[in-house]
């Protein structure tokens, strides 16, 4: 009787069991995205580049005047872009065919102002082609950058200019695009209005959302790639994510609304539009050979990384092509190293193969196992009204971790809001782990960085969702520490500091020289008044491994200088080396701010640094700088206000004098009060 009891019981089960195999995947959450956003979120990087006429005239924003024979790299080869963006990971490239200057970068018969004027390969090169072979070639998917700004065509802000524009966008499709796979189109949303214009040299408005009619555009893109995302415009695919410096909010949403901030996105958005994270590898978009030694540090691009693709967005890296038309030796070398440090932090994943204990499970279809089995389309699922759960990875033996990796099932929608880590320590006591990340969000892919823990064990809780749980994949990893190239800071006394992480050894130069282990130790602040360049690299005392070299170029010291107009408290700022201390201009009592230095100088340029903190306003756009009552220059910090960096003002030639008067012509956001950092003088 027992036996027959157990077996009806064991019938029972097995009924239940296999009841439950066949229960039906969770219901999808809205918005979910379309496959077409799955497959591009999953590229994860891709590369831009920026090229064209502005390289050659050391702008950021060509007014659309600078004549198209300027246009002439010597040693042009979009292979090498290709190979080195691809040998980095990245797995399409974004060229910019037309920027806002309205230069092509293509022969189009559409214009005059393109390649074909310029004395590149005798007027018959063709960058866009020579880009689109190189990516088939290689097998890199390809993107375009056309701005619908054009500060050089005529009839921009009329009938005429829109024509042009979806004739361009046509052309490109049409006579280019058939032989690679289109994975993205830009439509940039700058507009600062002014322009030349054909020659009327003025400031012309229009209303983005309807002047371009940019549906009409993506028609016409969507015909011919229907997987292609879309950036910009009124019809966008995907999320521009509100900074040029490479960083999604911790918290991110796909979902997103109207009114959303696009760093976070929004749970109750209305529309899938994951956010994408466009930053440059230097801090212009285009380049300028006084940049060549702020290319980003290693540690600032393995910290992007984590801060975009570890935050539920993907990385647009851009590459400033230069004057030859390459990728400078230090900007592919730099994009190597990054490649090489990403791979050595995710070399082993130590969860791979494990089956964690789940909490709940919504059946063996959805099993806890499909965390760790490697398969991107399998996913743990929990039964429609559990919406908290934890999962339990065991090690055999204590396991150092300092990095988790979750992802969730994103075809059924984002879902989880809330969640937690904790590890098993030696004493089998389940202890948090230390992070500053807010666990929040998931997404298509969250990483999270803590400090190493040496544990028997890891679990992962779920602490809120929209929804039952969908997780794909978790992975851990213990990730190496990063020799981390030092930071190198004057005062405005010339009081040098160089700053590293703790244990370090540091070793530098002031005479331009690269530092080697005989380099003289760095042991505390050293006076250096000099102008001149610091360079500094960072020892391990243990394992003898060298930083890279870290550079920072000075002129002479600015304590000295003294503002005469207006007479206000606190403008010392200005001048003390630290861009974090700012002071602010009142644009309603007066436009200028007057300095004079410590005594008359043989000066070359200027620099000013606006507030670079992430909700800084007041950056100056437009400026005349006088000396000592001679006109020294005139003109714009294009892109300022998207990219808040230090800008560099060179004067046509040299002028002697001690007083310099810098009127602010506009700010960028228009803001009533324009902000100073940090103003230098460059000296003979
Ligand atoms: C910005 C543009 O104004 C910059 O010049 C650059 O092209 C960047 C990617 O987008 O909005």
Redesign the pocket.
Known sequence: MKIVTKLFFGLMACAFVSCRDTVRAPEPIYPVPTPAQVAWQKMETYA?V?FGLNTFNDL??GYGDTPAETFDPTDLDAEQWVRIIQAAGFKGIIL?AK??DGFNLWPSKYTEYSVKNSPWREGKGDMVRDLVDACRKYGLKFGL?LSPWDRNHAEYGGPEYVEYFHNQVRELLNEYCDSVELFEYWF???NGGDGYYGGAREKRSIDPTTYYRYEQAVESIHSKFPDAMIFGGTEPTIRWVGN?EGWAGETDWAPYKVGDNPHYGSPDGTQWLPAEC?VSIRPG?FYHPREDHQVRTLSHLVDIYYRSVGRNATLLM?FPVALDGRIHSLDSARIMEWRQALDEQFRTDLLEGIVPAASDIRGRKFGAERMTDGRWESYWATSDSVTTASVTFRFDTLTNLNRLLLQEYIPLGQRVSRFGIEYLDSLDNWRPVETPDTMSTIGYKRIIRFASVATKGVRVNFLQSRGPLCINNIEAYHAPVLMVEPTIRRTGQGVVSIGAVPGAEIRYTTDGTTPTLVSPVYREPFEWAAPGEVRAIVIDPVLGTISPVATRKFDIPTAAFRVVKPAKPRTEVIFDGNPTTVWYLSLEEGRELIFDLDRPRMLTGLTYTPDMSRWGSGPVSKYRIYVDGRKAAAGEF??IK?NPVEQTVVFSEPISGRRIRFVVEATADEAPQAAFAEVTVLTE
Do not use: I, R, V
Request: glycine share 6%.
């Open positions: 831009f920026h950021e924003w910019t920027h806002h950058y940039d949303g700058a040029e466009d978009w851009n294009s892109n998207a």
